[in-house]
């Protein structure tokens, strides 16, 4: 009778491990209007919005893309992973006089622009949880080591699609 019941009790063991692990491996993109105060909402397909941003969460985390003026008919939300050819090292964002860091990674997809007014509101609203501020600087380090501090929009360079 044990015996029985351990079976059973593994064959469900399994079966829930194999779901967890299947539900594990699935990406998921989520697509946000952001609106003109920084803050994002969910895609509204009546809406012309001023800049998207593209959250693409695999099981390496997210991936962040921002969009500003995008073109209807564009599949911002393709299953392609997009990734740049010349790649940042790291990256530090100083607002109002304190410094975070950001994960660089999030952020390094290509065809992506960051540091405008409209993704600086956006960043610090949701992603760094701060009021927002129009003195935002960036400190990036690129893939050849050199260190520029910006406050001037930054375009993630030419892209490679990896499927």
Known sequence: ???VFLYVLLFFYKCGRR???FFQAQDS???YMVLADGTQAPMDPSARPRALVVKRVTNGGARYRFVEQPKPAHGY???ALVVPKNKMLGMTVDVGGRTFPINVDEFNVGESTLFTPMFNR?????????????DVSAT???SEVN??????????GEAVIVE
């Open 77 to 79: 939300a393709s299953d």
């Open 19 to 21: 779901l967890a692990l």
């Open 1 to 3: 009778m044990w015996n």
């Open 147 to 156: 260190v520029v501090v910006t406050k001037k929009p930054v375009r993630i």
């Open 122 to 134: 956006w960043l610090c609203m949701n992603y760094l949880g701060v009021p927002p501020r129009d």
């Open 29 to 31: 993109v989520r697509v």
């Open 140 to 142: 990036i380090v690129d």
